[in-house]
């Protein structure tokens, strides 16, 4: 990543020397933070400040924070928990999902089908009082489109469906107000915000209903037995702070789209989070296109539409520029392989 353009924040962003410092210091305390000793009781204390600064990124209030060991966990441990605590505690069983979902969300709700739910398009479902959850992203898995969550959680909170949200993307270069969006739970990532791989959380609303995805230790309020991992935990919060004090320029989020001008291809457009910008190809040529820029130093993102460009912290515009010759010459060598 030191020597490339990396336009893949979307998946993975480099780690940021706060979080990288964070995770140094933790590790060199040690101790587990179920013990009673004092070095037992200084991890815990890192990890009670990391769910406060969750908690402050998220605008969540009082809301509960379970850190898990991804963002994918945390969807998983959001989708499934709700939904059995539904069906246990009201027997309701129709689960409603939105549009172009995370891999993670697909297989938890295939699993909840083959425990006799019923899992509906969001997009072409009605709502009811049978709904026991309602599933859907701040934006789009690929693309980075936002979707509808605020008219979608208005409308499931008349009728008290809980709604879970995966802002595990989103929340890297877009405000997320958990208390405002209506939501029940929401998932967050790590790496996507600069902090390391194998950390996430799910916010929950105080007292809502969440069967864990298995029993043990008790910690993370029952939610996610198991000793925390304190090093990586306080690297997420300390990535979670900076990325509260940083935004992605406007500059970069729409010179994101000029990277593309020498393609002839097809922009996304519509209503997007910051900092992503999608170009439509077939898949052969999308596949060509991702080997083609990184050969030149340009490390982009294939996605279903065809291929994604998204900064992030360490972008600038500079490279962008840069990125953008770059890609110029790829459409050459694309136009020979035509």
């Not at 859907?136 to 008219?151: C, I, K």
């Not at 709604?163 to 929340?171: E, I, N, V």
């Not at 969006?181 to 799910?202: F, M």
């Not at 593309?260 to 052969?284: I, K």
């Amino acid at each position: 990543m030191a020597t490339s353009i990396y336009l893949d924040h979307a998946a993975i962003a480099p780690l940021r020397p706060e979080a990288a410092r964070a995770i140094r210091e933790a590790a060199a305390l040690g101790g587990n933070p179920s013990s009673l000793h004092a070095i037992g009781r200084a991890a815990r204390q890192l990890i009670d400040e990391a769910a406060d600064v969750i908690r402050d990124f998220t605008k969540a209030g009082g809301a509960s924070v379970a850190f898990t060991g991804s963002g994918a966990e945390a969807n998983v441990l959001g989708v499934l928990g709700l939904a059995r605590a539904q069906r246990a505690a009201n027997g309701r069983r129709r689960i409603l999902v939105a549009p172009d979902e995370s891999q993670e969300v697909q297989d938890a709700t295939a699993q909840l089908a083959r425990e006799g739910f019923t899992i509906e398009s969001l997009a072409e479902a009605l709502l009811g009082e049978d709904v026991a959850l309602i599933v859907m992203a701040l934006d789009q898995v690929g693309s980075g489109r936002l979707n509808a969550t605020s008219h979608v959680a208005r409308c499931a909170e008349r009728i008290g469906i809980p709604l879970h949200c995966d802002a595990t993307r989103a929340a890297a270069t877009m405000s997320v107000d958990f208390l405002g969006s209506g939501a029940t739970s929401l998932a967050l990532a790590s790496e996507t915000l600069g902090g390391p791989q194998g950390a996430g959380a799910l916010v929950t609303l105080k007292g809502a209903a969440m069967t864990p995805l298995w029993e043990g230790g008790g910690q993370e309020g029952g939610l996610r037995s198991g000793s925390q991992a304190v090093p990586l935990i306080a690297g997420f919060a300390a990535a979670a702070r900076a990325t509260a004090l940083a935004t992605i320029r406007p500059l970069e989020a729409k010179a994101l789209d000029m990277v593309w001008a020498a393609l002839e291809a097809e922009v996304l457009g519509g209503p997007r989070r910051p900092g992503v910008s999608c170009a439509v190809f077939e898949p052969g040529r999308a596949d060509q296109l991702v080997r083609l820029a990184a050969d030149r130093g340009v490390i982009l993102g294939r996605v279903g539409c065809g291929v994604r460009a998204s900064a992030g912290w360490s972008t600038t515009t500079e490279e962008l520029a840069r990125a953008t010759i770059a890609l110029a010459s790829c459409a050459r060598d694309l136009q020979k392989a035509a």
